[in-house]
């Protein structure tokens, strides 16, 4: 398994970037947005908007998915709902296995590594860290099966 991604965003997170811009700077190569840029429009969406609801990696996450799946002007609405249907899929599976969606709520939940693969193999136990590495994961998965 390729861990550059997962140690971008790790680099990232440490140096004080908040998660939503960890993740989608992480995805740059993506998603053609420059790391600035990707710092710049995640900026207000870490510690869940700043009011502690969905959480920042999972902002990031639904944001790549937004990036790599372009809505066609000539529908928007298809666009809109293919998007929205790959973001459900994602925070879907997160709140399977974190039982929440909320940066309040899964910054008060005992979120163990071993429920995130990557995040095991990384050492990490940092609740954001681990949150951010399974948003990566899940994302590069929709990616994949697309092709």
Not at 45 to 58: D, N, P, Q, R, S
Not at 116 to 138: H, S, W, Y
Request: charged share 20%.
């Amino acid at each position: 398994m390729d861990l550059t991604r997962y140690q971008k965003a790790m680099d990232l997170h440490s140096k004080g970037f908040n998660c939503c811009q960890s993740v989608l700077a992480a995805f740059s190569d993506r998603t053609g947005l420059d790391d600035q840029t990707a710092f710049n429009l995640a900026g207000g969406f870490g510690a869940g908007a700043g009011t502690g609801e969905l959480c920042g990696a999972l902002s990031g996450a639904v944001m790549t998915l937004g990036l790599t799946h372009p809505v066609d002007p000539a529908d928007p609405v298809g666009g809109k709902r293919r998007t929205m249907g790959l973001g459900k899929q994602v925070q879907q599976g997160v709140k399977e296995r974190f039982g929440s969606l909320r940066c309040t709520d899964l910054l008060k939940t005992d979120i163990s590594p071993e429920l995130t693969p990557v995040a095991q193999e990384m050492g990490l136990t940092n609740r954001c860290d681990i949150l951010i590495v399974n948003a990566i994961q899940r994302v590069e998965a929709l990616l994949q099966e697309e092709g």
